[in-house]
């Protein structure tokens, strides 16, 4: 699986849109980049994931880059539940690999 | 639908002793996968059931194994605990490998 680089912490202004980017430059066709967050002392939660096309859920947005070399999680308005620490993951989808390659993360604090 | 849970979510054991957690996934899941989270490590995959089989496994000691029921509940099991396996021990569900992984709340042990 690729490796991917996070910046370690990031504040936002709550209600504003908090903009978290991931570079997963040795990314191939078949990987995927996952979006997780925790929030402190709590299990993962899953927030969303795309292969090249742009994702939306209810949760937040995923762009990725053209060339996939990099991807930007977006909250559109970020409130203090968001503070939580934010991983980009990227990994192939076979069989026999369900497991996922935790990074450090992106430290969010959202400040009220 | 019920969330992922384990029990218990607190424990403490002493060095040498053996301790065994359990998991029960999302109604459905097939798949439940462990991991270990420590502050100096941070989050690392154990290993990943499905279907009673263990499917994939990550690089801990053989002190640590685990087993899935018919019902998908699956239980992990350290032996000869030792300082350094205090942690949160995490379980995660999902359908099958490279779907969305539903987290519990973990497990918290601690080794005195």
């Known amino acids: 699986d690729a490796k991917t680089t996070q910046p370690p912490s990031m504040d936002c202004a709550e209600g504003r849109a908090a903009n978290l980017p991931c570079n997963h430059s040795?990314?191939?066709?078949?990987?995927?980049v996952y979006w997780y967050r925790q929030i402190h002392s709590q299990g993962p939660q899953y927030i969303i994931h795309?292969?090249?096309n742009n994702e939306t859920n209810e949760m937040a947005s995923l762009i990725i880059t053209e060339d996939r070399k990099s991807s930007t999680l977006i909250l559109p308005h970020a409130t203090l539940r968001d503070t939580a620490v934010y991983y980009c993951i990227v990994r192939v989808v076979r069989t026999g690999a369900n497991n996922l390659f935790f990074g450090t993360g992106t430290r969010l604090t959202v400040i009220p | 639908k019920a969330g992922v849970t384990q029990t218990p979510r607190y424990l403490i054991k002493t060095r040498g002793q053996q301790v065994t957690l359990s998991c029960s996934p999302i109604?459905?899941?097939?798949?439940v996968s462990w991991y270990q989270q420590t502050p100096g490590q941070g989050l690392q995959f154990l290993f990943e059931?499905?279907?009673?089989?263990?499917?994939n496994k990550g690089n801990f000691p053989g002190r640590f194994s685990g087993r899935q029921f018919s019902n998908s509940r699956s239980e992990m099991n350290v032996s000869t605990l030792e300082l350094g396996d205090s942690a949160l021990y995490l379980c995660?569900?999902?359908?099958?490998?490279?779907?969305?992984?539903?987290f519990g709340p973990g497990t918290r042990l601690t080794v005195t």
């Open positions: 795309g292969l090249k």
């Open positions: 059931y499905f279907s009673e089989t263990q499917r």
């Open positions: 109604s459905g899941h097939r798949s």
């Open positions: 995660a569900s999902s359908w099958d490998e490279g779907y969305e992984q539903y």
């Open positions: 040795t990314i191939s066709g078949n990987e995927y």
